[in-house]
């Protein structure tokens, strides 16, 4: 599908969400690498399975979206809101996840921290099946999120304790959840 066609597509799936009149998205298994969708109004839209490596999501609103199984590989998802998406079997290897509004997102345990760095109502967020940490304009491993704090506040002990007691408090967060998943396993049994 080529950008013309997909604006088609965007217009008509904008034209629904707004009156109904329009037909909503059916963009499954598509491809659309490359694709430039940034600030797209894409809620709801079904795109299952489709192809959108190295697409421009940023800023896009993708809720409650079918995202089962797409692959957004190196895909850009900068702000976009994810809010109720589905991203059951998703790829999302080396994608661009900074920014993100990942309430309620299906099939990923997403811990998120709010506190106040340099910048005031700074997140910390934690994709734990990705073992993916983002903040800021940071994403990358645990241990190269150390390293971050470390040489980014190398002088100010005060914001190195605030960001170590946030990634704490994550990885309980994230260990309490892995127990309760565990608990309702051995209840089933």
Not at 80 to 106: E, P
Not at 153 to 175: G, M, S, V, W
């Amino acid at each position: 599908m080529n950008q013309a066609e997909l604006d088609v597509v965007i217009e008509k799936h904008e034209k629904w969400l707004r009156d109904g009149y329009g037909e909503r998205a059916n963009l499954r298994g598509a491809n659309l690498s490359y694709a430039d969708l940034s600030c797209a109004n894409l809620r709801g839209a079904n795109l299952r399975g489709a192809n959108l490596s190295y697409a421009d999501l940023s800023c896009a609103n993708l809720r409650v979206a079918n995202l089962s199984y797409a692959d957004l590989s190196c895909a850009n998802l900068r702000g976009a809101n994810l809010s109720g998406a589905n991203l059951s079997g998703a790829n999302l290897s080396y994608a661009d996840l900074n920014w993100i509004n990942w309430r309620d997102v299906v099939s990923l345990t997403v811990i998120a921290v709010q506190i106040n760095t340099t910048r005031k109502n700074n997140q910390i967020t934690y994709i734990k099946e990705l073992e993916i940490w983002t903040t800021g304009c940071f994403q990358g491993t645990l241990e190269e999120l150390k390293d971050s704090i470390e040489q980014t506040h190398d002088n100010n002990d005060f914001l190195k304790r605030r960001y170590y007691r946030a990634i704490n408090y994550i990885l309980t967060e994230a260990d309490f959840e892995e127990d309760l998943e565990d608990g309702e396993e051995d209840e089933s049994k």
